[in-house]
């Protein structure tokens, strides 16, 4: 037999029952089997919001900055800032952060965080928001990571991302955001933060801010590695047990992920990427919490991420003021660069 779990996906205002088929506790499948047909990734693909289009002012990417960290001693995070063309010193920005900076920064990868952000600030979808892009610690003798070797073998990504404790949340909350706002005007609301990223840089994002959500209260997950690499596979159950807190979260996973298969054919659930999505999101919404999910078919990795990257910076960001009035000719303009 095999369990049927139904569920939700609300994208660009349409709403879409899917039905996912949950493995049993057995399966005699190989590790690493796919279906029948062509490659699960084959059908996702940058759309013209992830893209550099012709008149959208284009924001800055400063930096590398070197940030020495007292969390990890002798470790050292690197990080650059996106200031976008719209940023004000004399207007408090709101802030994203994004973890595998490397990753989500590059100009010809998946992601493209940047072309997101120009495009989807310009046209009034998100508020003006300072981004950071931020590597994972390493010593001065390791090397960095790069979207071809995100670190896991090179630094310390696998200990801060992966480890359920507050050290990495201390990275954040304690060393970055100083530094950020002693050179830049950022909101110190909570709810005008967010933090996100891929793989263990989601899990990591998603313990940022259940650590400290008095600071971070929006995450997104792109197939975050909720399972036991460091007891990962617990949030579900911390979820149900723990008073709600003040978060919003949007995970996306693909039915290709890494799905526990051991090479002789048994099944571990706990090491099954896309089961404990699922998990997270029935206990996320069961408490009551802002949730929203996308399943694909992609596998691990970036590819439906990359693609639906604009939509779920949409939703996470919903509630930016608005105006509604037809006169407000400044609100129904788009944002054109700010005065230098």
Not at 24 to 29: D, G
Not at 94 to 123: C, H, P, T
Not at 173 to 181: F, G, M, S, T
Not at 240 to 258: A, C, M, T, W, Y
Request: hydrophobic share 35%; charged share 25%.
């Amino acid at each position: 037999m095999r369990r049927s779990i139904e569920f939700a996906v609300f994208l660009c205002g349409f709403s879409l029952v899917v039905q996912a088929q949950m493995p049993e506790a057995k399966s005699t499948a190989p590790a690493n089997t796919l279906p029948p047909g062509p490659d699960p990734n084959i059908h996702y693909h940058l759309g013209p919001d992830s893209l550099s289009e012709p008149g959208v002012p284009k924001g800055e990417i400063r930096g590398p900055f070197t940030l020495p960290s007292q969390a990890y001693p002798g470790t050292q995070h690197t990080y650059w800032v996106y200031v976008p063309a719209q940023y004000s010193p004399s207007v408090p920005a709101s802030l994203m952060i994004f973890n595998d900076g490397q990753a989500f920064k590059d100009a010809e990868g998946d992601l493209r965080a940047q072309n997101v952000l120009d495009n989807l600030i310009y046209r009034r979808e998100i508020p003006v928001m300072i981004a950071v892009f931020i590597n994972p610690g390493r010593t001065p003798e390791q090397p960095e990571s790069t979207p071809k070797e995100w670190g896991d073998r090179v630094n310390n990504r696998p200990t801060e991302y992966n480890t359920l404790d507050d050290k990495y949340a201390r990275v954040i909350v304690d060393e970055l955001l100083p530094a950020l706002y002693k050179d830049y005007n950022i909101s110190r609301n909570p709810d005008d933060h967010g933090i996100g990223g891929a793989s263990s840089g989601a899990i990591a994002a998603f313990t940022v801010a259940w650590q400290r959500p008095d600071q971070f209260r929006k995450v997104l997950s792109i197939v975050g590695s909720f399972t036991n690499i460091r007891g990962g596979n617990a949030y579900a159950d911390l979820v149900r047990k723990s008073e709600k807190k003040p978060i919003r979260v949007f995970l996306q996973d693909g039915r290709n992920d890494n799905r526990g298969l051991r090479p002789d054919g048994n099944y571990d659930e706990n090491r099954d990427w896309f089961y404990q999505n699922v998990r997270l999101m029935k206990a996320l919404t069961e408490k009551g919490y802002e949730v929203n999910y996308a399943w694909g078919m992609n596998r691990h990795g970036q590819k439906m991420g990359g693609e639906i990257l604009p939509e779920m910076m949409r939703w996470l960001w919903r509630d930016q003021p608005v105006s509604t009035d037809p006169h407000d000719l400044v609100e129904r303009g788009f944002r054109e660069a700010a005065p230098k």
